[in-house]
């Protein structure tokens, strides 16, 4: 059985971050992600593919058999009907619209998706939901806390029970119904958009998953591809994946 194809959205790299460069590279960009994204769907069984965004989003999800929306830059608030927040990041509103073009075709053409961090948010807002701008601290937590090493599982989720995420998650979740994650976000869902059922919840009541069964969609705000090991959120992508198209 050949290995399902599974989309990965990128980020514009500036190349003159990365160091040493010719000078007429200078302004030059390029498309790309954190390798851990790659090596998370090829180790569950899958065949990454990154996504520039050259091409047309409607046409190349029906090449594919599983989508990963990566994480990045914060949504353009204006797309939820909000203004940008002192906290707000850089915006990249091509990215935005990609992305949101990809969510609606993938849907349309029965595709599952798998959507971490931003990826989460892009789902949520292209499905009419609504984000928390920013989280403040509290009691000397932060879930944008970025001094430890990725893998690092910071704080639990509680899953609901009957969701995918907890069949997904398997033995990984306790007899408690919680699950260990890591954390990088400053960002989360306030309002989620249509047909997003809420399946996880920080201690401090932060969104932090919701899901579509009908449409295949699991959103996730932690970083699985960060996490040592397989990870079994990539395993139910992979699975989806192999299932082929429901359109």
């Given at each position: 059985?050949n290995?399902p194809?599974?989309?990965?959205?990128?980020?514009?790299?500036?190349?003159?971050?990365?160091g040493?460069?010719?000078?007429g590279?200078?302004?030059?960009?390029?498309?790309?992600v954190?390798?851990?994204?790659?090596?998370?769907?090829?180790?569950?069984?899958?065949?990454?593919?990154?996504?520039?965004?050259?091409?047309?989003?409607?046409?190349?999800?029906t090449?594919?058999?599983?989508?990963l929306?990566?994480?990045?830059?914060?949504v353009?608030p204006?797309?939820?009907?909000?203004?940008?927040?002192?906290?707000?990041?850089q915006h990249?509103?091509?990215?935005?619209?990609?992305?949101?073009?990809?969510?609606?075709?993938?849907?349309?053409?029965?595709?599952?998706?798998?959507?971490?961090?931003?990826?989460?948010?892009?789902?949520?807002?292209?499905?009419g939901?609504?984000?928390?701008?920013?989280?403040?601290?509290?009691?000397?937590?932060?879930?944008?806390?970025?001094?430890?090493?990725?893998?690092m599982?910071r704080?639990?989720?509680e899953?609901?029970?009957?969701?995918?995420?907890?069949?997904?998650?398997?033995?990984?979740?306790?007899?408690?119904?919680?699950?260990?994650?890591?954390?990088?976000?400053h960002?989360a869902?306030?309002?989620?958009?249509?047909g997003?059922r809420?399946?996880?919840?920080?201690?401090?009541?932060?969104?932090?998953?919701?899901?579509s069964?009908?449409?295949?969609?699991?959103?996730?705000?932690?970083?699985?591809?960060?996490?040592?090991?397989v990870?079994?959120?990539?395993?139910?992508?992979?699975?989806?994946?192999?299932?082929?198209?429901?359109?």
């Open positions: 059985m290995e194809l599974i989309g990965i959205t990128t980020r514009v790299i500036e190349a003159s971050g990365l040493a460069v010719p000078k590279i200078d302004g030059a960009h390029l498309w790309g954190f390798a851990d994204y790659c090596e998370a769907v090829s180790a569950a069984g899958g065949m990454p593919v990154m996504l520039p965004r050259s091409v047309d989003p409607t046409v190349i999800v090449r594919l058999d599983g989508l929306l990566s994480g990045g830059e914060d353009e204006r797309r939820y009907h909000m203004d940008p927040v002192p906290e707000s990041t990249d509103l091509a990215r935005d619209e990609f992305e949101f073009q990809l969510v609606a075709a993938a849907i349309q053409y029965g595709i599952p998706i798998l959507a971490i961090c931003r990826g989460c948010q892009v789902v949520n807002v292209a499905r939901g609504t984000l928390i701008q920013h989280l403040a601290e509290v009691d000397g937590f932060s879930h944008a806390e970025t001094d430890e090493h990725r893998s599982r704080h639990s989720v899953i609901a029970t009957e969701s995918m995420l907890r069949a997904a998650l398997g033995t990984d979740v306790d007899s408690e119904g919680n699950a260990a994650v890591n954390s990088y976000h960002q869902i306030a309002e989620p958009g249509h997003l809420i399946v996880a919840w920080a201690p401090d009541g932060t969104v932090e998953a919701v899901e069964a009908q449409d295949r969609v699991l959103a996730v705000q932690w970083h699985p591809e960060m996490h040592a090991g990870d079994p959120i990539f395993k139910w992508l992979i699975s989806e994946a192999t299932k082929g198209s429901t359109s």
